[in-house]
């Protein structure tokens, strides 16, 4: 069935350094895109979203790439802090329909 | 409120029981979702609800699961003759409506329920 999944399970990054998170989908309808933050205990939380008509997008210290051509999606952090330490989901959201697909999820880990 | 609130935060129940979860939405939203989590797992779509349409119920695992929700306001998740593959965190989550767009900061979660089967 459809799905969105992730190249690297887990992840870790020594503080300071910048993170890349990739994910990869294979719903090519899909015109919105997603990147929560999971922290231990608590629901995912919104970081920053993309349409399909973009290919960048830019946040505090996050920045979104969408790549349509294969199909991918990559969460950039700069300059990786402690509290960045959390589970990260991709979503996609096909058609324009409030019912999203999650990624298995990256974790990351920051080495202070 | 402010948020998504959900509860109990933590439920521990012995297998063959019955349990409900409650979700309390943003205020105004019409969308209601619920999610299942598994430890170290994905999120998993269970049900969704939006205004008075018809539920979207593709995503409950089996006929012991069901949801209502009360209008736009106050969601139940009922779990019939628990099993120990049921535990698991159950998530809500709230968004404005259909149609989502930049700026709408796809869903608003809560919290959680972690269910524990014993």
């Known amino acids: 069935g459809e799905s969105v999944g992730l190249h690297l399970p887990t992840l870790s990054v020594q503080e300071g350094d910048n993170s890349i998170i990739n994910c990869a989908y294979s719903n090519s309808a899909s015109d919105y895109f997603i990147w929560y933050k999971q922290e231990s205990g608590k629901g995912p939380q919104f970081i920053i979203d993309?349409?399909?008509?973009?290919d960048k997008r830019q946040g505090q210290r996050v920045t979104v790439l969408l790549n349509k051509t294969v199909k991918h999606l990559s969460l950039q952090i700069a300059a990786t802090q402690p509290g960045d330490s959390a589970v990260y989901f991709c979503?996609?959201?096909?058609?324009?329909?409030?019912?999203?697909?999650f990624g298995p999820g990256t974790s990351l880990s920051v080495i202070p | 409120g402010a948020g998504v609130s959900q509860s109990p935060s933590n439920k521990v129940t012995e297998k063959g029981k019955d349990v409900e979860l409650r979700c309390d939405p943003i205020s105004g939203h019409t969308a209601l979702y619920w999610y299942r989590q598994s430890l170290g797992q994905g999120l998993e779509f269970l049900i969704y609800?939006?205004?008075?349409?018809?539920?979207?119920k593709s995503g409950l695992p089996s006929d012991r699961f069901s949801a209502e929700r009360t209008g736009e306001s106050v969601s139940t998740l009922t779990i019939q003759r628990t099993q120990q593959e049921d535990s698991a965190v159950y998530l809500c989550?709230?968004?404005?409506?259909?149609?989502?767009?930049?700026?709408?900061?796809?869903?608003?979660f809560g919290s959680g329920t972690r269910l524990t089967v014993v």
């Open positions: 989550a709230s968004s404005p409506g259909q149609g989502m767009r930049i700026g709408d900061y796809g869903y608003t």
């Open positions: 993309i349409r399909s008509n973009m």
């Open positions: 609800f939006q205004g008075n349409s018809a539920p979207d």
């Open positions: 979503a996609e959201n096909p058609h324009s329909y409030d019912k999203v697909i």
